[in-house]
């Protein structure tokens, strides 16, 4: 089974570059889709992306809401996912997730990881 | 985007007793392939959000048989046949047939009355 943890830090000043990674374990980081999604204390889910190892180039959908301030990316040799999010402001403040995602579906979730942006 | 829409949003329900979410989206989530992608997460509290069921019927592994998904086209529902203490958390039904994005409902607290 596939375990997901997410890492980075805690807090981020306004305009700044929020940068998060997703460890996996148990599995091979080339076989699956990745997902992030995040959510405000107290409030629902937004999904954020998804991402893909393909050879040669790499796979990416953004939700249209974040997409000019959203980049991913897979690190093979580290078995990571990496999300940064630039120009953040005080509405990006969450816990964010990372998830194996089936195209459909998300089926495994990580711990997620609480970021706070303020100065 | 699709917009999901969860009814109640609040639910206190007596030990062994039966729970009803509904679901609704406002377009079909019959894909072109013929499925319908449509799923129920569970988040206790403190914790990440578990899938609970995926392509409106089918539980994930972990789930209890008590746990039903059903619907068609735009309308959805989860139930819980008889409510058990672990049960209480907040759950969400997501759309995976017209990406990108995915969306999510607003979330159903489910606490014992």
Redesign the interface.
């Known amino acids: 089974q596939v375990k997901l943890q997410e890492s980075g830090p805690g807090l981020v000043k306004p305009s700044e570059t929020l940068s998060l990674t997703c460890t996996v374990s148990g599995g091979s980081i080339s076989n699956y889709f990745w ?1 992030w999604i995040r959510q405000p204390a107290g409030k ?4 954020i ?1 998804r991402t893909h190892v393909r050879v040669g180039t790499g796979y990416t ?5 974040l997409k000019s301030r959203v980049s991913m990316s897979v690190d093979t040799s580290k078995n990571q996912i990496s999300l940064k999010l630039n120009s953040v402001t005080a509405a990006d403040t969450a816990v964010y ?1 990372c998830a194996t995602d ?6 495994v ?4 990881s609480t970021v706070t942006v303020s100065s | ?1 699709v917009v999901m829409t969860q009814s109640p949003l609040s639910l206190s329900v007596t030990l062994g007793q039966p729970a009803s979410i509904s679901c609704r989206s406002s377009q079909s989530l019959v ?1 072109s392939d013929g ?1 319908t ?1 449509f ?1 129920w ?1 569970q988040q206790r509290p403190g914790q ?4 609970l069921i ?2 409106v019927s089918n539980r ?1 592994s972990w789930v209890p048989d008590r746990f039903t998904g059903s619907g068609s086209g735009t309308d959805f529902t989860l139930k819980i046949s008889r409510v058990e203490a672990e049960d209480v958390g907040i759950y ?1 039904c ?1 759309q ?2 017209h ?9 159903t607290k489910l606490e014992i009355k």
């Open positions: 997902s629902g889910l937004e999904w992306g959908d953004y939700n249209p809401s997730f089936t195209t459909t579906s998300l089926d979730w990580g711990q997620g | 985007d894909h499925n992608y799923n997460f990440s959000p578990r899938r995926y392509k994930d969400y997501m995976g047939t990406w990108v994005p995915y969306t999510f409902g607003q979330g």
